[in-house]
């Protein structure tokens, strides 16, 4: 049986790839046939020549709301025109797509040409084994917006190693700040203020696929006239952020209600010639990252140096203090969420009911205990806690050191936003996530102008 994919023009390259390839950047706006195309490609792939996938996304319980069920369908529509052939020989369910086999060993996956796995298994943040992928022909993975750590990018990349195997990337357009837009693409100003357009950056390997709902000659009438009500200041659904970056691709320099503005990047050479007081932060996390980090500041500057984003028990926090050198010198603001009792333990020193005497005699640093401070959360003006140290963080010009630690700051930056309105006016309010380094940062600009 011969299947011929029929491609719309711009994914033919994706059969005809360059030998050098390792990574294929499909990129663009909505409408432009990156989940079709993608999905027709790896479904072929695993069929006609036995290739394995794994598609990834950041959180593997989105995996399903998006390109599985494009991968369902395209196998649908295959196994129909060979009359039901291919599902005697193939299985698609519950997200993956397998060979029928009689199974020889206790791997999940044995047989499995598409399966799923997560860059985190769930929202509490539990990273994934990246480093077990194994025997893998193609990564795709979804949404790259979404995935803030590019640490885990590399690792994935470095993973994905069978002859003529390459990681694929099916996204919309991220903003101009996040690593993969920086790393992949230079921006050009458009005529609209703050959006921009992508300019693919010459690198060896890479192939980059840019589409949106033009280059796409199946989509429907109605469809078209929808994306384009987006930009049409005289029909009700005007949305121009929305049209400009999901609709036509630009990239923008923020999230519609983005709360900060104005920030830059400093290199750790500039950092260290600084010499204005120092002091430090801890926004806890058990699930969610725990944010530790160094500020420096001084008048209307602040300059924040990440430290630390991944969960840790208070009790593990305290040892990371030890090995990193703290000691009783160095001022730590933290967040009273923990508990007088503990922040008390933290000032006075631990003894053998909160450490094994292994523990204690490691990091001697423990009995001694460190110099914090709970930030008391208490509102000014008559506004709450969040709203004052949202406002006081705005009347500094705060800089980010850069490298992967500051990278984490950097996209809570340019992701947390307000709340919106039913009409898309922010309303005052933060959405209560991407936040744990602004949150920890914030604790030192609040204790240093209250």
Known sequence: MIIKPNPTDKFKI??????DTWLVINIGGRGGGKSHESSK??????????????????????????????????????????????????????????KRIV?????????????????????????????????????????????????????????????GSFVMVNSNVPTKDHWFIRRYFNIN??????????????????????????????????????????????????????????????????IKGQIFTGWNRISIEEYNRIEYNKYYYIDWGGTDPCAIGEVKAHNNQLIIKPLHYEPKRFNDVMIWLCEQGFTSKETIIVDSAIGEYMISKMRNGFNESDFDIYTLEKYPQLRRGFTAMGVVKKGLNGKGFIETRIEIMKGYNVSVVEGTEGDHLWNEYTQYVWMLDKDGKPTGQPIDKNNHHIDGSSYVAYALKT
Request: hydrophobic share 30%.
């Open 14 to 19: 994706l059969y005809d790839l360059p030998k």
């Open 41 to 98: 490609y790896i479904t072929l792939k695993a069929i006609c020549e036995g290739k394995r996938t794994i598609v990834m996304r950041d959180e593997k319980s989105k995996i399903d709301e998006s390109i599985l069920n494009e991968v369902k369908k395209r196998f649908g529509e295959i196994n129909d025109k060979s009359n039901g052939y291919i599902s005697s020989i193939y299985d698609m369910q519950e997200g993956v797509l397998k």
């Open 103 to 163: 199974k020889k060993t206790n791997d999940p996956n044995e047989g499995s040409l598409v399966f799923t796995m997560g860059f985190r298994s769930s929202t509490t943040g539990k990273v994934a084994h990246l480093k077990s992928i194994s025997d893998i022909d193609i990564a795709l993975i979804e949404e790259i917006e979404d995935l803030n750590d590019e640490d885990k990018f590399n690792t994935l990349a470095d993973s994905v190693r069978n002859e």
């Open 189 to 254: 100003p458009s005529e609209h203020d703050g959006y921009y357009y992508i300019e693919p950056k010459n690198i060896e390997g890479v192939v980059y696929i840019i589409t949106s709902y033009p280059d796409n000659p199946y989509l429907q009438p109605k469809t078209i006239a929808k994306y384009e009500s987006y930009g049409d200041p005289n029909h009700a659904n005007y949305n121009p952020h929305y049209y400009l970056t999901q609709i036509l691709g630009l990239c923008s320099s923020g």
